[in-house]
C-alpha cells in the first residue's frame, strides 16, 4: 500500500506544504496519486518548492497527461459522428468531461479512459452500438437482452488507441439505476474549445463521482480533488441531490464517501450522518487502513467492490439479482469477458468460479 | 537542415513565428518542455531558449532581436548566429513555424 506523500496531502487540503526533501519519492507519489497538475501549479504559486529538475519532470508528465485529453476529445467527438448515424446518443462522464466543467484547462485531471453514458432509447438497440462504437469485434448475440434486462451495466471498446468505458447503466454500482430518465433527461450541453459533449446534471456528477471513489477504494489523492472542485463551482441543489440519493437508497456509500473526502481535505461541508449495520460494514470494508492505498489499494478494489451494491437501503430484489449475476453470471456475459470458450461447459465453468469467487471475497474482507 | 533567417522587416507587429497547434508545451521555472503531437517528441528549452522562442512567437522577429540584444548584452551578429541556429532546428523539429503570409 503506497500512501500518498505528507506534502501531497497537505496540498491536497489546501495547506503549505512541507519542504521536500526526498524528490524521487514524492514524484513517484505524485504520478501515483495522479497529482501531476495540481503539483505543478502549486510548484509555480510557491505553494511548495521543488528543484528545476523536478519540475520539468512534473511539466513533461503534463504534457502527456494533456496530449491523452486531446485524444480523448477527439473519440468523443468520433463517438458522435458514428452514434448519429444510428439514432443514438451519448453524455461523457467524470474525465474529460468533469475537467472542462470544473478545472481551469486541459490535463489538470488525470483520466485514463472515456467514459460515455448511453441514452437509455438507445439502450434497446445496445448490439447496433457498441458496434457503430467499435466495429470488427465479435459481440454475444445476447447482447440486447442483457442490457435491455439491465444485467450488464457497462462494456469497455476501443476508438482507435482511446479506451472507451460504455456505461450502460450510469452509477454502475451492480443495482440498476431507477431514474435513468431523469439522469439522462437532466443533461446539459457543455460547449468546449474541443466539442460540445452532453454531461451529468452537477448533482449527478457528484454522486457518480463519490461512488466511483467508492469502488476504486479511495485509492488515489487525485480524484478527491474532483468534489472540491464541483462544491466549490458548482450551485448545487441540496435538496435535489438528497432526493436523488435516497431514491436510489445509496445513502450509505454516497454519504459515506462524502465524509471520507470532507475528511481527507478538510473540508467544512458536513455529509448526512449515516449510521446502522451498513455504516457499520462499510467502515470495516472501506474506512480507515483502505483508504489512498494507490496502485496497490487499487489493485484490491475490484474483489470488495461487489459487495457495494449490498450496501444500498432495501431493494431486496435487485440485490438478490445481483448476487444472482455475480455468482451465476449469465452465458453472454461470460462470453463477452472471455471467460467462457464456445463448447467450454457452463456449469463447470461456473463451479469453479463460485469456490474462487468465495475465497477472495473472504480474503479482500479480511486485508 | 532548414535555412529559416529571421530578421527580416515585419510588415506590422504580428510576430513572425508560431508555435504550431499540433505542438503543446510548458513553462515551468521559465525553462520550456515542447511536445510535438505528430512525431511524439519531446523537446526541452532552458531558460534562454525559452526566452527566445517567447519573444519570436509575441513579437516581430527585428524587435525580438533588438529586445534580446539589449537584455543579453551581445553582438548583434552573435546572437543572430544562435538564434538561426534555435529556430533551424525547431523548426526541423515541426516546433516552430513561420507565421503564414509572412515576408
Known sequence: MTAPHAALLALAAGGGAPAVDDEEAFLRSVSEHRMTAAVLAAHQQGTIRLSADAALVLGTWDLAERRDHLRFWQAAGEVQARLAAVDADVAVLKGIATEARWYDELGQRACTDLDLLLAPWALGDAFRVVEAIDPGRTYPAGLDRLVRRRLLQHIDLHVGTVQVDLHFDPLKVGLPTRQLDEVWSSTQVLDTAHGSVRVLRPEIELVLLLLHLNKDRFAFLGPFLDIRRILEGAPLDWDYLCGFVAAEALDVPVWKSFATVAVVLGLEHEAPRVTGVRGWTWERLWGGNARLGGDEGRARAPTVQRLLALHASGRVGDKAREVRRQLVPHRPLLELAGRLEPGQSYVGHLALRLVRRSRDVMQGACV | ?103
Open chain 2, 1 to 103: 537542415m532548414t535555412t529559416d533567417r529571421i530578421g527580416a522587416e515585419p510588415l506590422d507587429d504580428t510576430p513572425d513565428f508560431e508555435i504550431p497547434a499540433h505542438v503543446l508545451y510548458r513553462e515551468v521555472d521559465g525553462e520550456m518542455v515542447l511536445l510535438n503531437l505528430e512525431t511524439e517528441h519531446y523537446f526541452g528549452l532552458d531558460a534562454i531558449g525559452a526566452d527566445i522562442v517567447t519573444r519570436l512567437t509575441e513579437q516581430p522577429a527585428k524587435a525580438a532581436l533588438d529586445a534580446l540584444v539589449a537584455d543579453y548584452a551581445v553582438e548583434l551578429e552573435v546572437l543572430r548566429h544562435d538564434v538561426d541556429d534555435l529556430v533551424a532546428t525547431l523548426v526541423d523539429a515541426g516546433l516552430l513555424e513561420r507565421v503564414e503570409g509572412f515576408g
